[in-house]
């Protein structure tokens, strides 16, 4: 886990952002991923829901997570690939 300080538009510094390796990604987590995915994808490769999703998950071999999260471990980013 690494932490970062980035510097925000405003000039602002963001403090305590972590990088999470994980293989695996808890109910909250992957609620939050799908979240993320819906919001950056079109519509043809959304999800309706968080089962269809986990299967997606399911189906990819040796999958490493990277998540990015703030202070109160909301999920801000996910970088995902075996």
């Known amino acids: ?6 510097q925000n538009s405003k000039g602002q510094m963001t403090e ?5 390796k994980t ?6 987590a992957k609620q939050q991923v799908l979240e993320l995915w819906n919001n950056e994808y079109p519509e043809k490769l959304s999800y309706n ?4 999703f986990d299967y997606y998950l399911q189906n ?3 999958l490493s997570h990277y998540l990015l999260t703030g202070i109160i471990d909301i999920i801000l980013g996910c ?3 075996p």
Request: charge should be negative.
């Open 49 to 52: 829901s968080l089962i269809e």
């Open 16 to 20: 305590n952002l972590k990088i999470i």
């Open 23 to 28: 293989t695996e990604l808890n109910e909250q």
């Open 60 to 62: 990819l071999n040796n």
């Open 1 to 6: 886990m690494a932490s970062l300080t980035e």
């Open 79 to 81: 970088v995902s690939f």
